[in-house]
């Protein structure tokens, strides 16, 4: 690539590309609202292009950071209600203009919150799936194993594969738009999904225990490296601040590999997986300490995550309303 082009490649999902059908006799003010934006470029109008819903199809390439603002104006017009209004991420972008219009539009593409895109997230994550009940109790039965050989590995690999931050981040969702039914159904989602989950762990490790696979009366007394799983301290609870903190500038700013790091630093599912196990083989000590553990984590991480979406929702509004300010004068 020759020098004088690489200014031109967008590769880091900063710039979104956005579709809208919009019903007849609204077209017009939909590209006006377009070409008025900094943040907005590439726009094409196709006439009369949708079928279901009918009307003009109006695509554009909008910077990450100015894609809120858009969304908001086009509700105003009622597209979302009557048309459509779609936004997805450019992997890979050559151009001038879009490269001008993300420096233009106030912020940083990789810090923008897209609520949109939050709330039909956190929404889909509140449900209770049989899969995310599926990774629950796979990721359970791990911890299982791990807290019967004290195998930190295991412990590491249960933290990965279990699911159950995304409905940690609907709660705190949830409570920061005060939406009720949301914070119940997550919270729903989580209790039932823990439950159904330690059940189908507790009742295989009964069965392995009759058969002989396992071959313990008790779990082990001496546990040096899985140990911290029914021993929780204040570390405890910082470190579930820190991942959910973590965790939640993961999803909004769409870095997965944050939130795989996230899921390592919380002992959630391990503690669930050691009370299964603890109960089916009559180990009462581990049992409280689990609980504790369990709680404390799941508590750290709503907090912190309600209180970083907090910070993000002044900061942004703080930028807007600069940019605001800054392309009035």
């Known amino acids: 690539m020759r020098r004088g082009q690489g200014s031109r490649v967008r590769h880091d999902g900063t710039v979104l590309h956005l579709r809208v059908i919009v019903p007849g006799g609204r077209t017009d003010l939909v590209c ?6 900094h943040g907005v470029t590439n726009m094409v109008v196709l006439p009369g292009a949708a079928r279901q819903p009918e009307g003009d199809v ?3 390439d909008v910077a990450r950071e100015a894609a809120n603002e858009i969304i908001e104006e086009l509700q105003r017009l009622g597209i979302d209600r009557d048309g459509s ?3 997805e991420r450019v992997d890979l972008s050559l151009s001038d203009a879009a490269e001008t219009a993300e420096r233009e539009a106030p912020g940083h593409g990789t810090d923008a919150v897209v609520w949109e895109e939050l709330d039909r997230r956190t929404a889909e994550d509140a449900r209770l799936t049989w899969s995310f009940v599926a990774f629950l109790a796979l990721s359970m039965q791990l911890a299982a194993i791990a807290a019967l050989i004290d195998s930190p590995i295991l412990i590491v690999g249960a933290m ?3 699911p ?3 409905t940690v981040a609907a709660i705190s969702y949830g409570i920061l738009v005060a939406d009720a039914r949301r914070i119940g159904a997550a919270a729903r989602t989580l209790a039932v999904g823990f439950l159904i989950a330690m059940v189908i762990t507790f009742v ?4 392995s225990k009759w058969i002989g696979v396992i071959q313990l009366d008790e779990l082990p007394s001496s546990r040096p490296l899985t140990g911290f799983v029914y021993k929780p301290d204040r570390w405890s609870f910082i470190v579930a601040i820190l991942a959910g903190a973590a965790g939640v500038l993961s999803l909004t700013a769409d870095k997965s590999s944050a939130l795989v790091g996230a899921f390592i630093s919380v002992t959630t599912v391990p503690a669930a997986g050691n009370i299964a ?3 089916a083989l009559r180990h009462w000590h581990e049992v409280s300490g689990s609980f504790l553990q369990l709680g404390v984590n799941l508590a750290g991480m709503v907090i912190a995550g309600v209180v970083t979406l907090l910070v993000q929702k002044a900061l942004w509004g703080f ?3 600069r940019g605001t300010r800054t392309s009035t004068g």
């Open 32 to 37: 006006e609202l377009l070409a008025g934006h």
């Open 58 to 60: 109006v695509m554009a």
């Open 85 to 87: 209004i779609a936004m």
């Open 160 to 162: 990965v594969l279990g």
């Open 164 to 166: 159950e931050f995304g």
């Open 204 to 207: 295989c490790a009964l069965v």
């Open 277 to 279: 196990v603890a109960v």
């Open 319 to 321: 930028v807007r309303k």
